[in-house]
Nanobody
Framework: VQLQASGGGLVQAGGSLRLSCAPS????????LNWYRQAPGQQRELVAW???????DLVDSVKGRFTTSRDADKSTVDLHMNNLKPEDTAVYYC?????????????WGQGTLVTVSS
């Protein structure tokens, strides 16, 4: 399963970006779609997750500013980022987890860079 993450870029503090993660398989074949980020010199950290059943959640540091949702038409899971802060600067990765069948496993996209200027 290949994942294509897109939507990163340079934005000023307070701005917004929408990241999209498109798996090569149907988005409905993915049991959990996670968004991680890795800031320079930092460990990769989980930011948000979207479960196949429609349940989604985010870590406390981004709650109230970020949301995650599935776009069935585009077969993507998106990360909507609002009120961005310089500390949100990182490479954002999507990670798809498939829990059963021939494609069972954990897959990573190539990452998309988000830079928030102050």
């Amino acid at each position: 399963v290949q994942l294509q993450a897109s939507g990163g870029g340079l934005v000023q503090a307070g701005g917004s970006l929408r990241l999209s993660c498109a798996p090569s398989q149907s988005i409905f074949s993915v049991n959990v779609l996670n968004w991680y980020r890795q800031a320079p010199g930092q460990q990769r950290e989980l930011v948000a997750w979207f479960i196949k059943t429609g349940i989604a959640d985010l870590v406390d540091s981004v709650k109230g500013r970020f949301t995650t949702s599935r776009d069935a038409d585009k077969s993507t899971v998106d990360l909507h980022m609002n009120n961005l802060k310089p500390e949100d600067t990182a490479v954002y990765y999507c990670n798809a987890v498939i829990t059963a069948g021939e494609l069972r496993g954990s897959y990573w996209g190539q990452g998309t860079l988000v830079t928030v200027s102050s």
